[in-house]
């Protein structure tokens, strides 16, 4: 996808456990919204449209949202955020 743009088709939220390289070891539930509209361009610059569903929409939000500066813990509480990104200094802690 090359700069997609995202239209939710629907308000329904659908709750999936994610997790990501950038964040290894962790995984926590996310709500996303279940249908999406794609519009991007492919690598030959051509306009396309892809509605997904499920999982592989919450797939496409989750790798768009790296283009985005976002990671999957953006999305948690501040607590669950604050308490992976100290377990994840002391694991640095103690690799150092």
């Known amino acids: 996808f090359i700069n997609p743009e995202f239209e939710f088709l629907t308000d329904e939220m659908e709750q999936y456990q994610e997790g990501c390289l950038s964040v290894p070891g962790f995984y926590e539930n996310v709500d996303r919204p279940q249908k999406v509209k794609i519009k991007a361009l492919d690598r030959d610059g051509q306009a396309y449209e892809?509605?997904?569903?499920?999982?592989?929409?919450?797939?496409?939000?989750?790798e768009c949202d790296h283009l985005n500066g976002k990671l999957f813990v953006d999305?948690?509480?501040?607590?669950?955020?604050d308490r992976i990104?100290?377990?994840?200094?002391?694991?640095?802690?103690?690799?150092?």
């Not at 999305?75 to 955020?81: D, F």
């Open 75 to 81: 999305y948690l509480s501040n607590l669950k955020r």
């Open 85 to 96: 990104k100290k377990k994840l200094e002391k694991l640095h802690r103690q690799q150092a």
């Open 50 to 62: 892809l509605i997904a569903e499920g999982l592989l929409a919450v797939c496409i939000q989750h």
